[in-house]
């Protein structure tokens, strides 16, 4: 079996496309060794680091209901439109995001993870530090602070806290925590280190939606497998970016864009990681669009499967390394 390393971008309700890229990849031999990601790709990282086989996973998701994630407080069950604006006003999201986490919480503890203690990595031959140790990292933004979390490796140091006592699913659902659209999570914190007895952890898209030099060495020595990254969108030339920006909707689109991605376009627009990433054309599907059908997923999935066999065919991991010279 090959080894590798794996990044997965977040893209809300476009998750499906990411199953079908991962699956494609596990069918082709591939094992993770690590993987990181940022929202939607938390949540599929959290699901294949605990031992979700892709066969499951793809059925998890095809079974689910996308909608039963935009969770309102029972209150409100007969005037669900005033839920979301009282959510929204009072608790800086219309969904209370509690359905998203029941629903990691069980799937995760089926596969034996609760805390971060069950996702440490077995590595005896790696010059991984004991902080850095775990099968998954995800990306979470620290509101309060206005700062990059990624977590567990940050726990410690950012938080004051022992990350092997912490919850997995809670730390996704932060990751997740779209702005505006789920409230952000409480995480735990200790007051000398981080100025109060907890952060808000947000979406970690809004600092790094594609954390793909997460796992890079920054030594000497050479990397033992490479890391593959999966995008939930087409591979983009300058030129097809460009945007006319001639209304005021059109600009203010483009800098919420721009403030967005900015961090991770340098990314994007080396050479050394477009060929190592897996492009999944997601187009005609949008992020915030839960009440997708059971169709819309399998054309999603498709499109990952599609993109990573596409990759896998002219991946030759002892070419990139010769041509990048990465050591």
Request: aromatic share 8%; with cysteine.
């Amino acid at each position: 079996m090959a080894t590798t390393d794996l990044v997965l971008e977040g893209g809300g309700a476009k998750l499906p496309g990411l199953v079908g890229a991962v699956e494609s990849l596990a069918d082709a031999g591939y094992g993770f060794h690590r993987i990181a990601g940022t929202s939607a790709g938390a949540i599929v990282g959290a699901l294949t680091a605990a031992g979700l086989p892709p066969d499951t996973l793809r059925q998890r998701v095809l079974e689910q209901d996308f909608t039963a994630f935009e969770d309102i407080s029972p209150a409100f069950r007969l005037l669900p439109w005033l839920g979301k604006v009282q959510g929204l006003l009072l608790h800086k999201g219309m969904y209370l995001g509690d359905a998203l986490h029941d629903f990691l919480a069980e799937a995760l503890a089926a596969q034996g993870v609760r805390t971060w203690s069950d996702l440490r990595l077995d590595d005896p031959d790696g010059a991984i530090p004991p902080e850095r140790s775990y099968r998954l990292v995800v990306i979470v933004s620290d509101v309060s602070r206005g700062r990059m979390l990624r977590l567990p490796w940050d726990y410690r140091d950012a938080l004051g806290v022992d990350a092997d006592s912490q919850s997995v699913a809670e730390a996704v659902c932060a990751s997740a925590a779209s702005p505006f659209f789920f409230r952000p999570r409480s995480l735990c914190a200790r007051e000398d280190v981080a100025g109060g007895t907890s952060v808000l952890g947000a979406d970690g898209g809004l600092l790094s939606n594609f954390p793909v030099d997460v796992f890079d060495r920054k030594d000497s020595r050479p990397a033992r497998w490479p890391t593959f990254g999966v995008m939930l969108s087409a591979r983009h030339t300058a030129a097809t970016q460009w945007q006319p920006n001639a209304t005021t909707y059109q600009y203010a689109k483009s800098l919420l864009t721009t403030m967005l991605n900015a961090h991770d376009r340098r990314h994007i627009d080396d050479p050394s990681v477009t060929e190592r990433t897996v492009f999944v054309d997601t187009s005609g599907h949008s992020t915030t669009d839960f009440a997708l059908s059971e169709a819309a997923k399998i054309d999603l999935i498709s499109s990952g499967r599609q993109a990573g066999e596409k990759f896998l065919a002219r991946w030759d991991w002892k070419r990139w390394k010769e041509r990048f010279d990465r050591v």
